[in-house]
């Protein structure tokens, strides 16, 4: 399941594991906004297979810990691996046959799916809950924001710092730094060039910008000259 190949979902192992993980979230989803932090943070941690933290953890250090509004959903929970800082807002779907990483201080609008299982195309082999199906890795990269109602395919990549626009979906791998946005998600503008520096087209846009505000100081410079 884990290295990508086709296997059968609707063993009684699986399907008694994905009904403890229901049993989870269900309680996270019901309880969370009225649960103390520590509480909170730990009752995450089961869902995900991570140990609980001690009745003596720091506020700072449960504050860094990632935040979910409820309602979520996850099929396994504990192949789902977010880094400190992350922030998902409501309704969004984990479907983690394989693993879901998701970078430090990311942004997850609501209504995001990450869907990291899927199905043959030819229906023969697909054969309903017979069938086989597949698993591959969605990874996220650090600082990137993921707008509302976005779908993940398997297997794709969202490099540093892009922004995924609302509504997109995204059927391959996004370059660091970059704007995507459509069915499928295309280009549509670059935060940074290939070297890692602010593109040309963005930093002629800042340079518009603080020249404006030279002329605006220059004016107001002068009239007041022109008062005294």
Do not use: W
Not at 2 to 22: D, H, M, N, Q
Not at 30 to 56: H, M, Q, W
Not at 184 to 191: F, G, I
């Amino acid at each position: 399941m884990l290295r990508g190949e086709l296997y059968t979902a609707f063993t009684p192992t699986l399907i008694k594991v994905r009904a403890e993980c229901s049993q989870l979230f269900h309680a996270y989803n019901n309880t969370a906004t009225s649960l103390p932090l520590l509480d909170r943070v730990n009752l995450l941690n089961s869902i995900f297979g991570l140990p609980p933290l001690p009745s003596s953890t720091p506020d700072a250090e449960l504050q860094l810990r990632p935040i979910i509004e409820p309602p979520f959903h996850c099929d396994f929970g504990f192949h789902v691996k977010l880094e400190e800082g992350v922030k998902v807002a409501q309704n969004c779907t984990f479907i983690d046959t394989t693993y879901i990483r998701v970078g430090a201080r990311t942004f997850v609008g609501p209504n995001v799916s990450f869907f990291s299982g899927g199905h043959p195309l030819e229906g023969a082999l697909r054969n309903g809950t017979k069938g086989p199906e597949f698993g591959k890795d969605i990874v996220v990269g650090e600082d990137c924001y993921i707008g509302g109602n976005v779908i993940l395919l398997p297997g794709v990549t969202i490099g540093r710092g892009a922004v995924v626009s609302a509504g997109a979906v995204v059927t391959k791998d996004v370059e660091e730094y970059a704007v995507v946005a459509g069915n499928p998600a295309r280009v549509v503008r670059r935060l940074r060039g290939d070297n890692g520096e602010e593109g040309e087209s963005e930093l002629r846009r800042k340079l518009e910008i603080v020249e404006r505000d030279v002329r605006d100081v220059r004016k107001e410079l002068e009239r007041l000259l022109k008062e005294e």
